[in-house]
């Protein structure tokens, strides 16, 4: 199987970053391949309950720009697949994709989730950052596009239950991993990012209390979609939430071992996002956000905090807790910090404490980067050819990054550096138009 | 298993149940402790004053010690980290080695710094085990509710490689459960005894200890279990000051793994040195139906 030609272009990566640049590229009359690793395009944004600075409705402005990229007669939707190998060169690149199997017959299935109810196997949730379940036959997440099943092969026992129940008979075990050769004038890389691991901070106790949770597993919880349909309840005992405490920088802006040294830019945010999330939830719930400085620099963000200060009476200390304690007999969890104004040292009880870590590029930024030829920086962000000058262009002329995958940014500037991208790719599949 | 046994100065000068104690329960887990007749001070005491004067009495018992061709097992925390402070420092700056030896020729030493050093933990817990310490176990402590204090020097600086995690050690736990005891944790777990900060604030150190210990109070816990003769100075014997400073009930009975470990093997309470203990731990006996 192959397909494409000078006037096609490969995006990696099916977040919100490659999603506008499919779309723009498409949009102008390219052919494009979008390649998600992932079973569904969405990315991180389609974890999010809101955005930041204008409380809006995550998937609500993401799932069209998702449906738009499937009905979309210039793209072709690769998802649950990878790039292996890239040949050739500006204006003719030769990419080999490597798509792993659903056992599900994308042109049968109809989505209708019978299989998923019938199937015996829980497993962590992955969409749900693990606080839930899901089957090993699944729909990652209610929007999710593609809008098909697929099943885990790590967790499927074979038994043949969703085979006899799915009426449109799309259930396919015999299916193989798939090669496909596309050919693409160029390249949009839009990978994204994950999580640092929260317990290299050991003394805030992530993984080892249950009520320490990262920001976006909380993100999860508070989520109407989430696991709880959003109800605030503790992860330990169910309690209903009460004193909830955010912490900034887990894991960065520290030169300590495991550390990362820089700021993940969008944290300060979105702990006051989710705080007025907590308030709009329940006024009566007391939220704290420690932080190291307030780093509210974007349109609209200084008018953020002082709302979430002012009219919702969320709490900013400046302050870097020492430590995160569990009371064993209650499961609250008790915070140590001082007071950098007022250089009082207390100690404080919450029912549930936030973790906000180093956001770092998604790990096969490494390997992507050495099947496209392109550099990364010590901490595995892609190398702009100039940050300041042309920030999506990359060493390998006809290849472009955008998004967080060149650095830390919010959702609004990955849209528009994946415009800039695409634009940037326009010209080397079009030509300059001189 | 052949050590050459370095009980530290506070041991051997004021903490004699600690020594005592070591001397009764490892021989009989098969743990030969040998004698080191040259012993001087770890040097730990003097290091903020003459960092030179440190590293030549670390440095001296870790020569004699490679001379022998043993291991050394440690009872205190704070000379077992500054055995691994030395052996850092002489990896880091070959000066400082260099120097040393050349201190160390007069009496015929030589230090290169490869000799193990194990804390008596790593010894019952990674080398005797759980399993043999279950085996030697003649009255089971089932039914009594401990605590455990491992002391900062055990388990920290993170850099350095120590005994066990920083954050979350577990090792004092799980020997004290194979004796048949259950564990309970507790907020302060991880906190200073305050004897870092004895010699300077008294009051703020005792107060420290204080606080630790109405913590371990607030849990209905049976006794705290330690393994540094500092950390049992401060908890064991500070009580009757740190209710005073507190104004509030403070008392735990404290005793040292190995004594804990002896009265589970069968040993009298006198044999362990317990009668040396300043905290009740005539209550802690009296319910395992044992007198001192």
């Known amino acids: 199987m192959s397909g494409g030609g000078s006037k096609s272009v490969l995006v990696i990566g099916g977040g919100i970053a490659g999603i506008q ?91 209708c989730g019978v299989c998923t109810e019938r199937c015996p196997i829980e497993v962590p949730d992955e969409f749900n950052m693990g606080l839930g379940p899901r089957k090993a036959i699944y729909i990652p997440f209610p929007q999710a596009v593609p809008r098909l099943a697929l099943i885990d092969d790590r967790y499927c026992v074979r038994c043949g239950l969703c085979e006899r129940v799915c009426e449109a008979g799309a259930i396919d075990f015999s299916q193989k991993p798939e090669e496909l050769e596309l050919h693409a004038g160029a390249i949009v890389v839009a990978t994204g990012f994950s999580l640092s691991d929260a317990s290299v901070v050991g003394e805030y106790g992530y993984g080892r209390y249950e009520n320490v949770l990262t920001a976006l597993e909380f993100e999860r919880l508070i989520c109407a979609s989430g696991p709880t349909r959003g109800e605030l309840l503790r992860p330990s005992d169910g309690k209903k939430l009460k004193r909830i405490a955010f912490i900034q920088c887990v894991g960065s802006r520290s030169l300590r071992p495991g550390h990362k040294p820089y700021c993940s830019s969008v944290c300060c945010m979105y702990a006051t996002k989710e705080a007025i999330l907590v308030k709009e939830h329940d006024p009566d719930v007391d939220v704290v956000i420690f932080y190291t400085d307030l ?36 499961g609250d969890l008790l915070i140590w ?43 595995g962000f892609f190398r702009a050819a100039d940050p300041l000058i042309s920030p999506t262009d990359t060493h390998v002329p006809g290849i472009f990054v955008c998004g967080f995958c060149s650095g830390p940014k919010d959702i609004s500037e990955c849209v528009y550096q994946a415009s800039c991208a695409a634009e940037r790719a326009m010209e080397v599949v079009l030509g300059a138009g001189r | 298993m052949r050590f050459l046994f370095f009980p530290g ?40 004053v003459s960092p030179m004067a440190w590293a030549y009495l670390a440095g001296r018992v870790l020569a004699i010690a490679e001379r022998e061709r043993l291991d050394l097992l440690v009872l205190c925390n704070g000379c077992h980290l500054s055995f691994y402070e030395l052996k850092w420092a002489i990896k880091q700056d070959r000066g400082l080695l260099e120097k040393l030896n050349e201190l160390l020729s007069r009496e015929g030493l030589e230090l290169k710094g490869e000799v193990r050093v194990l804390h008596v933990l790593e010894v019952l817990h990674d080398l005797v085990g759980v399993k043999a310490i279950q085996r030697a176990v003649k009255k089971s402590l089932d039914g009594l509710r401990l605590s455990a204090h491992y002391g900062c020097h055990l388990i920290r600086p993170s850099t350095l490689p120590r005994p066990d995690d920083p954050e979350d050690p577990r090792k004092l736990e799980e020997l004290i459960r194979a004796l048949g005891a259950s564990t309970l944790d507790y907020p302060a777990r991880l906190d200073c005894c305050g004897s870092g900060l004895a010699a300077f604030h008294g009051r703020e150190a005792i107060k420290m200890a204080g606080w630790k210990l109405s913590s371990i109070r607030e849990t209905g816990s049976d006794g705290l279990v330690v393994l540094c003769p500092f950390c049992m100075k401060m908890l064991d014997g500070k009580q009757a000051i740190a209710r005073r400073l507190l104004g509030r009930d403070v008392e735990v009975p404290v005793l040292y793994y190995t004594q804990l470990l002896g009265l589970a093997m069968g040993f009298k309470p006198r044999e362990l040195g317990l009668h040396l203990n300043l905290s009740p731990v005539e209550k802690l006996l009296s319910g395992m139906g044992v007198s001192m």
């Open chain 1, 337 to 379: 910090y001082e007071d950098t104004f007022t250089s009082e040292v207390v100690e404080k009880r919450f029912d549930l404490v936030i973790l906000c870590p180093a956001l770092v590029p998604s790990e096969t930024n490494r390997e992507l980067a050495k099947t496209l030829g392109l550099e990364v920086d010590e901490h």
């Open chain 2, 9 to 48: 100065c506070t041991a051997q000068a004021e903490q004699y149940a600690y020594e005592l104690s070591a001397r009764r329960v490892l021989p009989e887990l098969g743990v030969e402790l040998v004698d080191l007749p040259e012993a001087n001070c770890c040097g730990y005491p003097i290091k903020a």
């Open chain 1, 295 to 330: 780093r509210a620099f974007g349109k609209g963000f200084q008018r953020l905090v002082e709302k979430a200060r002012e009219e919702y009476g969320v709490k900013y200390i400046r302050a870097k807790p020492s430590e995160v304690r569990e009371d064993p007999a209650t």
């Open chain 1, 21 to 111: 640049a499919a779309l723009d590229l498409a949009n102008r009359g390219l052919r494009v391949y979008l390649v998600e690793r992932q079973p569904s395009i969405g990315g991180r944004m389609a974890q999010l309950d809101k955005t930041f600075p204008t409380m809006d409705c995550a998937i609500c402005i993401l799932a069209p720009k998702m449906i738009e990229c499937d009905r979309h007669p210039n793209i072709e939707l690769l998802t649950n697949a990878e790039v292996k190998a890239v040949e050739g060169s500006a204006g003719d690149f030769r990419v080999r994709v490597l798509i792993r199997p659903r056992y599900v017959d994308p042109d049968r299935c109809t989505g």
